[in-house]
């Protein structure tokens, strides 16, 4: 997968904080093994925000034949990352919970959709819900982030 990312749907050039979004999850996706391994693809990324997706497989499934619980929250990760890193400033979970509302199934196309709800100094919180491609909702995530030193990608040079 070359480029992880969907195009945007307008033509224009993308803002700064759109673009720094853009680069950040490129960045993380090139090194992203478990996400790749696990067949997630990465829609749409852009400032505090993230959308993510994945197909149930049948090395996904359970034994109530259900997608693993685990791997519903990997995917609900895996967008809070792509959301909470997508201004540069590496970030990682602090704490995390799920809530399950109904299962999923083989064959099922589950989205991931973080979304920023609050930032302050080197904490955020992060909700993220997973859905079936129908729209059923699969089970709501929040994720507390926090800020550790460096940053995701090599800033640019200033210019003079």
């Known amino acids: 997968m070359s480029d992880p990312i969907?195009?945007?749907?307008?033509?224009?050039?993308?803002?700064?904080?759109?673009?720094?979004?853009?680069?950040?999850?490129?960045?993380?996706w090139a090194r992203d093994h478990a996400a790749?391994?696990?067949?997630?693809?990465?829609?749409?990324?852009?400032?505090?925000?993230?959308?993510?997706?994945?197909a149930v497989r049948p090395d996904m499934v359970n034994g109530h034949r259900i997608c693993h619980g685990g791997l519903i929250f990997t995917l609900?990760?895996?967008?809070?990352?792509?959301a909470c890193n997508s201004g540069n400033a590496n970030t990682v979970?602090?704490?995390?919970?799920?809530?399950?509302?109904?299962?999923?199934?083989?064959g099922d196309e589950?989205?991931?959709?973080?979304?920023?709800?609050?930032?302050?100094?080197?904490?955020?919180?992060?909700?993220?819900?997973?859905?079936?491609?129908?729209?059923?909702?699969?089970a709501l995530f929040r994720g507390k982030s926090h800020r550790i030193q460096g940053t995701v990608i090599e800033e640019p040079p200033q210019a003079a």
Do not use: K
Request: proline share 7%; with cysteine; aromatic share 4%.
């Open 110 to 138: 589950l989205h991931a959709e973080a979304q920023e709800r609050a930032l302050s100094g080197r904490s955020g919180v992060y909700d993220v819900t997973v859905r079936l491609s129908g729209g059923a909702t699969v």
């Open 76 to 82: 609900a990760d895996t967008a809070f990352a792509y």
């Open 36 to 54: 790749q391994a696990l067949g997630m693809r990465l829609h749409a990324v852009g400032p505090g925000r993230a959308h993510l997706g994945m």
């Open 6 to 28: 969907c195009e945007p749907a307008h033509p224009s050039a993308p803002s700064p904080a759109q673009q720094l979004a853009q680069d950040c999850a490129a960045s993380m």
């Open 93 to 106: 979970a602090s704490a995390c919970q799920i809530d399950f509302l109904s299962p999923a199934r083989l």
